[in-house]
């Protein structure tokens, strides 16, 4: 078996597509759309990340001010766009400070503005498993982008559950890395449809029960090792951020899995590519996609 490779950029221009005519029906009623984005570092990762959504949010026919900022203008900026009524959207592109600066920093973003959904009003639904605002719910809840994108992807590559209840019951996933920005949300959204999580970093393993006759996700102490957990997974997600980081191997996940590289260097040894059904290389693009999409949700919120 050699995996079937998943591009996610004509994805993403399938979804920007759709972004780009709600866009069009907001500016012929007269609103235009501008995001604002906040970038500490003139070359690295994150500035490539934010030329990649400069050009993706003008396919999508969005306004996009890319603002370099220091590490101790960064507060009076996202203030600034917060009260500022022609910015509809703020992105900020990590790391603008240090690791618990950039937490705060998601917390000073206006949530309405937020299209990262990283905000803990966003997070509290989220966790909480609630998909709506309101009690009658017309107003779906914000989803983190990156998550959101890594969802989408995994259902473009086939990953399905057995019950229309719970649209991922009978999926096993694997979630490698637990950060507040992918890994963590992402189990969240995976258990909360109904699959079974294992999610895995350098501090140990914890088991999400699936969100299957309860409000929300169960979460416990498993002790399941990267072994075992990769061998049950039909889903394999790993964002470790590292080029440390022991490559996952192809005897070491279950045949015909799916894979998906997030990583700024990659997670998988070529060989996963001679056992997954599908290998995601990255998902970049299409977390572009869906930071438009709550642009769009949040301008008609």
């Not at 959504?53 to 001010?65: M, N």
């Not at 983190?144 to 229309?164: D, F, N, V, Y």
């Not at 890994?183 to 088991?207: C, E, K, Q, W, Y």
Request: one cysteine or more; a negative charge; charged letters at 25%.
């Amino acid at each position: 078996m050699t995996a079937r490779e998943l591009d996610p950029s004509p994805v993403a221009a399938e979804f920007r597509s759709q972004v780009r005519e709600e866009v069009e029906a907001l500016r012929a009623a007269g609103r235009s759309l501008r995001v604002v984005g906040l970038l500490g570092q003139e070359a690295g990762p994150a500035a490539t990340y934010a030329r990649y959504a400069s050009r993706g949010f003008a396919d999508a026919g969005i306004d996009f001010d890319l603002r370099h900022v220091a590490p101790a203008e960064v507060e009076a900026a996202v203030a600034a766009a917060n009260v500022d009524p022609e910015v509809d959207g703020i992105f900020l592109y990590y790391p603008l400070t240090d690791r618990a600066g950039d937490r705060w920093l998601r917390e000073l973003v206006d949530p309405r503005k937020d299209i990262e959904g990283m905000h803990s009003f966003w997070s509290r639904l989220l966790y909480e498993n609630q998909r709506f605002v309101d009690a009658d719910h017309t107003i779906r809840a914000i989803l983190p982008c990156t998550p959101l994108a890594i969802l989408k992807l995994l259902q473009r590559a086939g990953m399905r559950g057995s019950e229309p209840s719970a649209p991922l019951a009978g999926v096993t996933a694997c979630v490698i890395n637990r950060s507040e920005l992918v890994g963590r949300p992402l189990a969240a959204m995976l258990a909360n449809d109904g699959a079974l999580v294992h999610s895995l970093d350098i501090s140990g393993s914890i088991t999400l029960e699936p969100a299957i006759g309860r409000h929300a996700y169960d979460l416990r102490d498993s002790g399941i090792d990267r072994a075992a957990a990769l061998a049950s997974s039909d889903v394999v997600i790993s964002a470790v951020p590292s080029r440390d980081f022991e490559l996952i191997r192809g005897d070491e996940i279950r045949e015909g899995a799916i894979c998906v590289d997030v990583a700024e260097f990659t997670n998988f040894d070529p060989s996963v590519r001679e056992r997954a059904s599908v290998f995601v290389p990255r998902v970049g693009p299409l977390t572009i996609a869906m930071a438009a999409r709550n642009l769009v949700r949040l301008a008609r919120m």
